[in-house]
């Protein structure tokens, strides 16, 4: 089969797509990734073949340019109670958020380019980042089977089908729906008409832990989380065995590449002074700080990859993001959570009933807090099992290569051409 992976430019989130194409790419398949130019190398770092297409988004200039502090609090709030939120409420979010991302990272020049190479090359299947619906539209127009990939919790589908209902509510001529207006837009330039399969694709492919996926009532083929960070260069360091318990503090690359440091600041490293520990922090210095701030039981360092450097930790800090928190669970490491954005209040949460670790919310955060958590974490024995029992979980799924079978029925059933 020609197997088409599509995502736009953001590296964290094609990360978790690697292993499934490596995969797929051995059981002898031909594999491209489509993208925007700016993934193009880490694509063929990965050894996989870059398709850039378009031009590059401009996500960070929106966001930059429309200065409300806000969007994100209303983003995190509807995901994680959609189900608490009338019409007006979930209405706004997929309003802002259609024109202030979906549309922005999906940008014309790219989903038209992507429709064309699709012609083109004719791809069987479509394996599209959860946000990238160009690739939907892109399987539309073809004919081809095409697989929504998930890196996070599928928190937007839930809070879409609980707009859906409170929409159904309203009288036809109030019904306004703007994620499918824009992709009905899209999809008309090409000459094809919407259906609720381009939100959802054919079927999703989820990495999350079996026990953290969301029930969205869809055809879901769940596969074993693979940790990939990137082109990697391990330090000597990691080749010994650590003196004392050592700990990770991370905030990710996602939330770096948009502000320019990392958000949990050098500074807050305080909270742990004196505790012995060896602290790895890979933070960047925020306005005003240097890396004199942090503590004397902490080393500084700008990047380490996590599938080095967890495995011989005893816990991890960090703001909850996706690849973090899987590569944690994936090798049985207790996980203290500082969640704010996005869907990580409801990976948080799932996180605390899997006795795996601890949530935070970010709003509550104080320097004691964080301290006192971190000491429970090292010291209670309950949270090394929960992680234990979590990292079972993780291997309980079934590896990349053991559903690339189950892919290729799924493709022979759902395309329409060839």
């Not at 958020?97 to 004719?122: G, H, I, P």
């Not at 520990?277 to 990047?303: H, Y």
């Given at each position: 089969?020609?197997?088409?992976?599509?995502?736009?430019?953001?590296?964290?989130?094609?990360?978790?797509?690697?292993?499934?194409?490596?995969?797929?790419?051995?059981?002898?398949?031909?594999?491209?990734?489509?993208?925007?130019?700016?993934?193009?190398?880490?694509?063929?770092?990965?050894?996989?073949?870059?398709?850039?297409?378009?031009?590059?988004?401009?996500?960070?200039?929106?966001?930059?340019?429309?200065q409300d502090e806000?969007?994100?609090?209303?983003?995190?709030?509807?995901?994680?109670h959609s189900a608490?939120?009338?019409?007006?409420?979930?209405?706004?979010?997929?309003?802002?958020?259609?024109?202030?991302?979906?549309?922005?990272?999906?940008?014309?020049?790219?989903?038209?380019?992507?429709?064309?190479?699709?012609?083109?090359?004719?791809?069987?299947?479509?394996?599209?980042?959860?946000?990238?619906?160009?690739?939907?539209?892109?399987?539309?127009?073809?004919?081809?089977?095409?697989?929504?990939?998930?890196?996070?919790?599928?928190?937007?589908?839930?809070?879409?089908?609980?707009?859906?209902?409170?929409?159904?509510?309203?009288?036809?001529?109030?019904?306004?729906?703007?994620?499918?207006?824009?992709?009905?837009?899209?999809?008309?330039?090409?000459?094809?008409?919407?259906?609720?399969?381009?939100?959802?694709?054919?079927?999703?492919?989820?990495?999350?832990?079996?026990?953290?996926?969301?029930?969205?009532?869809?055809?879901?083929?769940?596969?074993?989380?693979?940790?990939?960070?990137?082109?990697?260069?391990?330090?000597?360091?990691?080749?010994?065995?650590?003196?004392?318990?050592?700990?990770?503090?991370?905030?990710?690359?996602?939330?770096?590449?948009?502000?320019?440091?990392?958000?949990?600041?050098?500074?807050?490293?305080?909270?742990?002074?004196?505790?012995?520990?060896?602290?790895?922090?890979?933070?960047?210095?925020?306005?005003?700080?240097?890396?004199?701030?942090?503590?004397?039981?902490?080393?500084?360092?700008?990047?380490?990859?996590?599938?080095?450097?967890?495995?011989?930790?005893?816990?991890?800090?960090?703001?909850?993001?996706?690849?973090?928190?899987?590569?944690?669970?994936?090798?049985?490491?207790?996980?203290?959570?500082?969640?704010?954005?996005?869907?990580?209040?409801?990976?948080g949460a799932l996180?605390?009933?899997?006795?795996?670790?601890?949530?935070?919310?970010?709003?509550?955060?104080?320097?004691?807090?964080?301290?006192?958590?971190?000491?429970?974490?090292?010291?209670?024995?309950?949270?090394?099992?929960?992680?234990?029992?979590?990292?079972?979980?993780?291997?309980?799924?079934?590896?990349?290569?053991?559903?690339?079978?189950?892919?290729?029925?799924?493709?022979?059933?759902?395309?329409?051409?060839?």
């Amino acid at each position: 089969m020609r197997i088409l992976f599509v995502t736009h430019a953001e590296k964290t989130h094609f990360f978790s797509m690697v292993p499934l194409a490596w995969a797929l790419r051995t059981a002898g398949h031909e594999v491209r990734v489509a993208t925007q130019p700016d993934l193009a190398e880490g694509v063929s770092e990965a050894g996989l073949t870059a398709v850039p297409l378009g031009s590059d988004h401009r996500w960070k200039q929106v966001m930059e340019a429309n200065q409300d502090e806000e969007w994100p609090v209303r983003v995190a709030e509807a995901v994680t109670h959609s189900a608490d939120l009338g019409h007006d409420e979930l209405l706004r979010f997929f309003d802002e958020t259609t024109e202030r991302y979906f549309r922005v990272v999906n940008n014309d020049e790219f989903l038209d380019a992507l429709v064309e190479y699709s012609r083109w090359w004719k791809p069987d299947l479509i394996v599209w980042e959860q946000f990238t619906w160009a690739g939907a539209v892109a399987a539309q127009v073809t004919g081809a089977a095409h697989a929504r990939m998930l890196w996070g919790a599928d928190v937007v589908t839930r809070s879409r089908h609980d707009f859906l209902a409170r929409l159904a509510e309203r009288p036809e001529n109030e019904r306004v729906d703007p994620l499918r207006d824009w992709l009905t837009e899209a999809l008309a330039r090409h000459g094809a008409a919407f259906d609720e399969t381009v939100v959802n694709g054919d079927w999703t492919i989820d990495t999350n832990p079996p026990s953290h996926r969301i029930d969205n009532g869809l055809t879901v083929v769940g596969v074993r989380y693979v940790p990939y960070n990137g082109r990697a260069v391990l330090p000597e360091w990691l080749a010994a065995e650590p003196a004392k318990p050592r700990v990770a503090v991370t905030a990710g690359i996602s939330v770096r590449s948009y502000f320019g440091f990392d958000i949990f600041g050098i500074s807050a490293l305080q909270a742990f002074a004196g505790l012995d520990i060896e602290l790895i922090a890979t933070l960047l210095p925020g306005p005003g700080e240097s890396v004199d701030d942090a503590p004397e039981n902490t080393t500084v360092v700008d990047f380490v990859p996590m599938h080095g450097l967890l495995p011989t930790c005893s816990a991890v800090i960090h703001i909850g993001g996706a690849g973090v928190q899987c590569t944690a669970a994936y090798y049985g490491v207790p996980q203290m959570i500082l969640p704010g954005l996005w869907d990580t209040k409801v990976r948080g949460a799932l996180l605390d009933q899997s006795g795996a670790g601890i949530s935070v919310p970010a709003e509550q955060f104080t320097p004691e807090q964080v301290r006192e958590n971190l000491v429970r974490l090292l010291e209670d024995p309950a949270f090394r099992e929960g992680a234990a029992a979590l990292r079972k979980d993780v291997l309980a799924a079934p590896s990349p290569n053991e559903v690339v079978p189950v892919l290729e029925d799924l493709t022979a059933r759902h395309r329409t051409t060839g």
